[in-house]
């Protein structure tokens, strides 16, 4: 009797479980919603108390995100990024595997690695300008070299912290060094080379908007130099809004990403 009391039980936990989950996420929303729209309350509130010159509401924001010059500059602006970031993406996470593979690689890159994650990445900005001119080009090597560097180091991490005993696992079944690196140290090397895709991301998006208002005043960046030039706080406030709601969406679609394809080692833990 108390074997099948048991084994009815089992089902009613399981479901008490993923109930008592789902709760928790709902709360968790709900905490997301509430101090969102009263922060959002709070800008509404000040911002009709006060002088434009320092602050406005967030409707008038809102609504100055609608402005078709600015979806255009958005899309000036996103050409350069998407032709940087896609690349410092591919090589990035391309070096550091390689590093991560090969002692040679590793001892002859690592260095260089090392001198671009502490360098002010704005001091290049003049470079690029004097080599590929106020171009398309000059901002794609702008964002490439603001990200490239968090993709490349934390896809070579990854790679070095592939458990040994795989390793000798795939020794021991015959697998061939590209079967080794494909089903074995990519794999394991995903959740920070994923890590790398978001730092990488975030670095991306200010080597975009600082190429843009230091120098070449194009784009986004362009756009909010003006703004601020005429004093237009709505317009410099919506410009706020749709960076923090670029980085949220890239942020947010970088880590689904990483949840589908890193599955198998939360499903292993």
Known sequence: MTAAVRVASGPDVVKGAIRASRRRQRIRLLTRVL?????????????????????VPFSESLLATFDPDLLRAWGTSLQAFVIGYGLACILGVAVGLLMGRFRLAEWSLNPYLTILLTAPMVALIPVFIIIFGFTLAARAAIVFSFSFVYVAINAFAGSKAVPRELVEMSDSFGLTEWQRFRWIVVRSAAPLIMTGLRLGFGRATIGMLLSEMLLLAVGIGGRLIESSNRFDMAGVLGIVLMLLAFSWIGGSAIEAADHRINRWQRRRR
Request: overall charge positive; aromatic content about 14%; proline content about 0%.
């Open 35 to 55: 101090i969102l729209v009263s922060f959002l309350g709070i800008w509404e509130i000040v911002g009709r108390s006060t002088s434009r010159l320092f602050l």
